[in-house]
């Protein structure tokens, strides 16, 4: 079977939805089939990731941005005085974020359909990540799957049903299915259990910090949805009764500019540290650095990094949001106050001391995930949907 994968960001984040598709895919060609995937990449067509060996690159050459004036807003943000009116201002900025990335996806479909005009029939099925009007154009042309990262409205419906079959996991596909029905299938995260382990080796002496500091960890793009502020803000605050604390953050993004001045001090201290990027590989050994996962997102459909986490034998601290409810389940770990500080620094204060309560959910994270989670599982969960739903057969 020859699949083509259409996804913006493929060559150009770690985030949770392209880790989703390597790993995805990676494991999909190795069950024989051949995958080929469209990406954007530089005026060049130039791209700082590479795509697994078993994934033809495509790259789409231009100029692109999902981000355009983030940074500034964020920047601005900070000299918003008062929480209603920085309440206001974040709702204004998550707008001009959504319409901006909805204006990246224009241009990413229209140069796909160019691209590929005359190629169509080179392939069996085309996968096709988020992007809701590119999925629809192309399954007039090839039979056609897609993968929604988060919910939409339902006035989405009647387009979603012009799609072979719409895959979701986590609150994305339980608010789904409330108006597509059994038109919505689910495709989970897998999760590779050999690399992902309790058993191995961690950070901590590279980083100067020893067996006593108690280190909270982040893991995702440095965004405004993601959270990042909330969390550098209430760490500052926690740090005061908690000073064998220690933050490790990876990843990069817009926020860190905003971030970066909140926490100097603690910077310079070595009491906070930010790694901009960690190959997927070698991520297990910072997760064992840590002695919890803080995932403040303002929004969550289900989180990659709080199943690598949970994997690795570190329970977590999310917002009171979407697929984190569901994490929360398990009990692998702990909730709090979406969109606020105070409840994210109060519960820090009650939970990272509570040595036994941590082990305790630590290890209920493990056998979950060697129980729920692994890439061979959604691979073949992969082939079954393209079988059944599109009809093609390998």
Request: net charge positive; aromatic share 8%.
């Amino acid at each position: 079977m020859k699949v083509l994968v259409l996804q913006s960001e493929l060559g150009v984040l770690r985030g949770g939805g392209e880790n989703f598709t390597r790993n995805l895919f990676t494991a999909f060609a190795q069950r024989g089939h051949h995958v080929a995937a469209a990406f954007v990449a530089d005026r060049r067509g130039r791209y700082p990731l590479p795509l697994p060996p078993a994934i033809e690159p495509i790259p789409v050459a231009g100029w692109w941005s999902m981000n355009l004036g983030q940074e500034a807003l964020a920047a601005a943000g900070r000299y918003i005085p008062g929480d209603r009116f920085r309440k206001k201002w974040d709702g204004l900025q998550q707008g001009i974020s959504w319409r901006t990335i909805q204006w990246h996806r224009g241009r990413f479909q229209r140069r796909v359909e160019a691209e590929f005009a005359n190629r169509w029939g080179d392939y069996d099925a085309v996968y096709v990540h988020s992007n809701l009007p590119l999925a629809s154009k192309v399954a007039r042309l090839r039979p056609t799957v897609m993968r929604l990262p988060g919910p939409v409205e339902a006035e989405c419906a009647g387009v979603l049903r012009t799609v072979h079959a719409v895959c979701a996991n986590g609150d994305a596909l339980a608010q789904i299915r409330t108006f597509l029905g059994d038109h919505a299938v689910e495709l989970p995260i897998g999760l590779d259990n050999q690399l992902f382990t309790p058993n191995g080796g961690s950070v901590r002496s590279r980083l100067g910090w020893g067996d006593k500091h108690r280190v909270i960890g982040y893991v995702g793009r440095l965004t405004h949805l993601k959270g990042v502020d909330l969390l550098a803000a209430a760490f500052r605050k926690f740090l005061q009764r908690a000073p064998d604390a220690r933050l490790l953050v990876i990843g990069s993004g817009a926020e860190e500019r905003n971030i970066v001045p909140v926490l100097a001090r603690e910077l310079a201290r070595g009491i906070v540290h930010i790694e901009p990027d960690i190959p997927h590989r070698e991520l297990p050994e910072w997760y064992r650095t840590m002695n919890l996962l803080v995932m403040p997102s303002r929004y969550e459909n289900f989180s990659n990094a709080l199943l690598e986490g949970m994997a690795c034998g570190v329970p977590f601290l999310a917002s009171d949001v979407g697929g984190n409810r569901m994490l929360a389940e398990t009990g692998a770990g702990w909730l709090f106050q979406s969109n606020s500080v105070s409840s994210l620094s109060a519960n820090l204060q009650s939970i990272i001391n509570d040595a036994g309560a941590i082990k305790a959910r630590a290890a209920i994270g493990i056998r979950y995930v060697q129980e729920h989670n692994s890439w061979a599982a959604t691979a073949d969960r992969l082939e079954w949907i393209i079988a059944s739903r599109l009809g093609v057969k390998s």
